[in-house]
T-cell receptor, first 113, second 115 residues
Framework: KAGVTQTPRYLIKTRGQQVTLSCSPI?????VSWYQQTPGQGLQFLFE???????NKGNFPGRFSGRQFSNSRSEMNVSTLELGDSALYLC????????????FGPGTRLTVL | AQTVTQSQPEMSVQEAETVTLSCTYD???????LFWYKQPPSRQMILVIR??????QNATENRFSVNFQKAAKSFSLKISDSQLGDTAMYFC????????????FGAGTRLTVKP
């Protein structure tokens, strides 16, 4: 099976702009989780989507949002970008149980100037 | 809130030797899951090993094994016969039993395997 894919791999934006990141899960996986990885804060959980519904949410401001489509592909959106949003954004997919092993994508490296 | 602590920011080991990475966690939950993930340089994160808290037996996966001490809230990873390809960041992670895939990660340990 193909692994988790994320597009784009690299992105440069300026403050105030918005950005949309995409994640395609492993075929058959229904859960997609998003994480932010920074040198200062490490890996932090953003949210999880299952069957097109947000099932769990981390402690991030409302500028961070997401959605999931019927084919389980997920998008994450960040509005009004701030310098501190520069990070590696990781997506992970799992079959859909409440405690599944998660399989990570390569990440999208977002740089905010 | 659950917290995960990895007290060793960096470690190194000679090829073919054994190394142990430490992880402690804080939780009031009785049922939970613990993971070790590996993130090689510029490559994606992969699962190394997983442990269910209700299982007393320590998980093993080829050269990787854990020492799970539930009372002490400790979850260390032992890598035997270290190989150059084991060079990576290693993250310890915690998930509550019914937490819908919300994993809490430690800060990571950068392991370098030297030839």
């Amino acid at each position: 099976k193909a692994g988790v894919t994320q597009t784009p791999r690299y992105l440069i934006k300026t403050r105030g702009q918005q950005v949309t990141l995409s994640c395609s899960p492993i075929s058959g996986h229904r859960s997609v989780s998003w994480y932010q990885q920074t040198p200062g804060q490490g890996l932090q959980f953003l949210f999880e989507y299952f069957s097109e519904t947000q099932r769990n949410k981390g402690n991030f401001p409302g500028r961070f949002s997401g959605r999931q489509f019927s084919n389980s592909r997920s998008e994450m959106n960040v509005s009004t970008l701030e310098l501190g949003d520069s990070a590696l954004y990781l997506c992970a997919s799992s079959p859909g149980g409440r405690v599944d092993t998660q399989y990570f994508g390569p990440g999208t490296r977002l740089t905010v100037l | 809130a659950q917290t995960v602590t990895q007290s060793q920011p960096e470690m190194s080991v000679q090829e073919a030797e054994t190394v142990t990475l430490s992880c402690t966690y804080d939780t009031s939950e009785s049922n939970y899951y613990l993971f070790w993930y590996k993130q090689p340089p510029s490559r994606q994160m992969i699962l190394v090993i997983r442990q269910e808290a209700y299982k007393q037996q320590n998980a093993t996966e080829n050269r990787f094994s854990v020492n799970f001490q539930k009372a002490a809230k400790s979850f260390s990873l032992k890598i035997s016969d270290s190989q150059l390809g084991d060079t990576a960041m290693y993250f310890c992670a915690f998930m509550k039993h019914v937490d819908n895939n919300d994993m809490r990660f430690g800060a990571g340990t950068r392991l370098t395997v030297k030839p």
